[in-house]
């Protein structure tokens, strides 16, 4: 079983929709929790960290963290053909500030018009 | 000029060749990473350091060996480069662990 786990997609929504993308975990020792965006051909970057139980909002991105259940969670609201990109999960497992970041795969989001 | 710079940005290498990626970075980070990454794979952890002084294994390391020439540098080399190491291959740093990882823009590594 892989550590960090997320549907490959395509998620597929239509463009003001909600997207919904999900990502579970193996190691209930984690403490800090990302996502990033990567379009094709780019490097990964953040839009949203999380370390604490419940939802963080930032513009239309909410992140929703889950410990008991290992489960992380990203919205994204009034969805734009612009959000069309693949959405990795990034958990740092460790203790100590030796923490090792794992990503999953990627979910790839496709918002159409 | 770019947080943290990756060279070459493409790389076309033949079969046994050793080659050199290298990476710098201007933010002053301690914590430095590679990571390749292949279709269907997401991103793989092959070395990263936490200071100059400190080297660890990722779960990838076989054929891959690193070099942190100094705290804004962290280099990744192919002893004897092959066909399977072809794949997108990412440098990133991190302040702490709380704040996530910033991202070079990558080299395009291909081994014929």
């Known amino acids: 079983q892989k550590e960090v786990e997320q549907n490959s997609g395509p998620l597929s929504v239509p463009e003001g929709a909600i997207a919904s993308l999900n990502c579970t975990y193996s190691?209930?020792?984690?403490?800090?929790f990302f996502w990033y965006r990567q379009y094709s051909g780019k490097s990964p970057e953040l839009i949203m960290s999380i370390y604490s139980n419940g939802d963080k909002e930032d513009g239309r991105f909410t992140a929703q963290l889950n410990k008991a259940s290992q489960y992380v969670s990203l919205l994204i609201r009034d969805s734009q053909p612009s959000d069309s990109a693949t959405y990795l999960c990034a958990v740092n497992r460790g203790s100590g500030g030796s923490y090792i970041p794992t990503f999953g795969r990627g979910t790839s989001l496709i918002v159409h018009p | 000029d770019a947080d943290v710079t990756q060279t070459p940005r493409n790389r076309i290498t033949k079969t046994g060749k050793r080659i050199m990626l290298e990476c710098s970075q201007t933010k002053g980070h301690d914590r430095m990473y590679w990571y390749r990454q292949d279709p269907g794979l997401g991103l793989r952890l092959i070395y990263y350091s936490f200071d100059v002084k400190d080297i660890n294994k990722g779960e990838i390391s076989d054929g891959y060996s690193v070099s942190r020439q100094a705290q804004a540098k962290f280099s990744l080399s192919l002893e004897s480069a092959i066909p399977n190491q072809t794949a997108l291959y990412f440098c990133?740093?991190?302040?702490?662990?709380?704040?996530?990882?910033?991202f070079g823009s990558g080299t395009r590594l291909t081994v014929v």
């Open positions: 190691d209930r020792v984690s403490q800090s």
């Open positions: 990133a740093t991190s302040e702490s662990p709380v704040y996530g990882y910033t």
